[in-house]
Nanobody, 114 residues
Framework: QVQLVESGGGLVKPGGSLRLSCAAS????????MGWYRQAPGKQRELVAT???????NYADSVKGRFTISRDNAKNTVHLQMNSLKPEDTAVYYC????????WGQGTQVTVSS
């Protein structure tokens, strides 16, 4: 069974940084497009960033210039470096692996508050 396990969430003040990680197992990680999505209370889940097997990246306009997605195929891990965090970045952040099928992690909470 495919497993995606997120870590690195927490409480941070506005302007601060966090680094999320997602460790994948039971997939051929290097062939998958990996992504981060988020869902704030009362809102739909939205795309944050994706990275293809060829390391092409895509970002939501709201995070461009502040967030960076990267992958480590040797460790089957994808990261999301989040800088200059804002209160509106508060959400549960989910990792996704996509090829022919898609898989989701369980999510990690990120709270940006003073």
């Amino acid at each position: 069974q495919v497993q995606l396990v997120e870590s690195g969430g927490g409480l941070v003040k506005p302007g601060g940084s966090l680094r999320l990680s997602c460790a994948a197992s039971r997939i051929t990680f290097s062939t998958y497009t990996m992504g981060w999505y988020r869902q704030a209370p009362g809102k739909q889940r939205e795309l944050v960033a994706t990275i293809t097997k060829d390391n092409s990246t895509n970002y939501a306009d709201s995070v461009k210039g502040r967030f960076t997605i990267s992958r480590d195929n040797a460790k089957n891990t994808v990261h999301l470096q989040m800088n200059s965090l804002k209160p509106e970045d508060t959400a549960v952040y989910y990792c996704r692996a996509a090829l022919l099928a898609g898989y989701w992690g369980q999510g990690t909470q990120v709270t940006v508050s003073s």
